[in-house]
């Protein structure tokens, strides 16, 4: 499933899925971290080469950031913010 049909199934309006998503992006940016530092490390003063030579870099930090950037993380962000809606509404 998509991430159009996901959004239409938990209600949720698209500029508040664009937010929830760059509020994810950024967690994982903050979370991955090091990876980038690492990644930045190797790049640095390379042009082409950066492709193969730093593979392993990237490859970490595509894993990190995949960790917090996925289907089931939006998923989760969209319960709890449909969550806090219903509550100050109730309130």
Known sequence: MGYVQQARDNNVKKKVE???RSKMK???LKECDLYTSKYAEC???KLFSVVWKCRKQAKELNDC???YTND???EEM???YM???E???SA
């Open 26 to 28: 950024q967690k994982a």
């Open 65 to 67: 950031l995949h960790q």
């Open 43 to 45: 790049a640095s003063g």
């Open 83 to 85: 969550l806090h809606t």
């Open 78 to 80: 969209k319960k709890q």
């Open 72 to 74: 089931s993380v939006l």
């Open 18 to 20: 664009e937010a929830l």
């Open 87 to 89: 509550e100050k509404q």
